[in-house]
């Protein structure tokens, strides 16, 4: 049988991720800010791509457009490209070893990055190769770690229902 | 079996493509023109309470900050602040009757009105994600009288402008935004130039001094008022590192903001109310 995922814990998990993601910090830390808010939405659509699918993303992408004042839409369709990554290799991603793994998140928040600061540069912003290149390294360190966290949750409220 | 195999099994790439298009639709409606602006207000008035939610942390942090400080430090810090607002409100009442000469002075010259200040005072809610764009979110939209256009300060100096009101909250565009440009001078001796973004919080770059122009480090730069984008005589930034090279007749200077763009936590909102003598609108 299949255990349909509870919405709470998914909603709070990716409203701690926009925490992470848009609490201020000094310069130096916020350029190697990992990608918390992609991470939590790519792993979502490993995990639950029936239920987490790219629309979903596409929704948690405008939020984040609003909530960041970007164009909107922006944000929405870095998104919505990386969960199509996500979820066309959902299948094959818990067959994966580690390195695969790493290859698969690298890709799919590397679309992310690519698309996000495309559309800066349209805006008339000139992001540096730091703000490129750092986020993405950080967030491939966190990435094992953080799936992990994630993981527990998931499986955590998963057992619940199939409890009562 | 049917909902699983409907769920999983609809098609991704179909997904992909109509969310994608929708999406390339947004941006370049929101590039282009100003068609999202009412879409855009709605939604964010609707989202507030997730910026609230979002903003949580730090607000809990600070709270608790504030009530961990033990009270000897208080006491300490409450009789500072005292002193200090003794030598400020001295200050201040030399500088009234300053302020009065000075409307005397001007009626005199039939300068039609002169502009005061009310300031509004907001918190930080959130920040751009990255350098890429310096810009901020703060916590007081229309409501509490927030306009698009006006300036935002800390105690320092000048921090940026308020580019949407909403309701509830506004953002706003630091001067270190490498698209902002705010028209200065030089306090000292009132040489006119553009104080432009870096993207990077602790620069601005002056646009357009001449190689021969009176320009010192430490300069102060205030607002020039020209442009009627800023009001005049908001200070800026000082200047930090004077390069010319051979080849440009325009000097290579860069700048340093007077208020802390990166720390700050609390702005103050300039409201501009007008204060006229009595016969400003008849005349």
Known sequence: ?164 | MKKPLFLAGSNPLLRFVVFALLSIALVYYDLHGHQLDRLRSTLNTLIYPLQIAVDFPARAASWVNEALVNRSRLIEQNNRLRAENLQLSSRLRSLESLKYENEELQRLLKAARSLEYDFILARLLAVSMNRIQQRIIIDKGSRDGVETGVALLDGLGLMGEVTRAYPYHSEAILISDASEAVPVRIARNGLRGIASGTGVNSTLKLLYFPVTADIREGDVLVTSGLGGRYPPDLPVATVSRIASSSNSPFAEVEATPLAALGQSRRVLILKPGRVDDDGGEGE
């Not at chain 1, 998990?13 to 790519?42: G, N």
């Not at chain 1, 004042?69 to 067959?95: C, D, E, N």
């Open chain 1, 1 to 164: 049988m299949i255990l349909m995922p509870k919405p709470a814990p998914m909603y709070i998990t990716l409203i701690v991720a926009a925490m992470l993601q848009l609490i201020p910090l000094p310069d130096f830390v916020s350029d190697a800010r990992p990608l918390w808010l992609p991470m939590t939405v790519l792993f979502w659509n490993i995990t639950a791509p029936s239920w987490f699918n790219i629309g979903s993303s596409w929704l948690v992408g405008i939020f984040l457009d609003l909530l960041t004042g970007s164009l909107l839409g922006q944000h929405a369709l870095a998104m919505v490209a990386m969960s199509y990554i996500g979820i066309r290799f959902y299948k094959q991603y818990r067959l994966y070893s580690v390195a695969q793994r790493l290859l698969l998140a690298g890709s799919a928040l590397l679309v992310w990055q690519l698309i996000d600061n495309w559309i800066w540069r349209i805006d008339g912003q000139t992001p540096g190769a730091a703000q490129i290149w750092l986020p993405l390294l950080t967030s491939l360190l966190l990435w094992p770690w953080y799936q992990g966290v994630l993981d527990w949750v998931d499986e955590h409220w998963r057992a619940d229902i199939a409890r009562e």
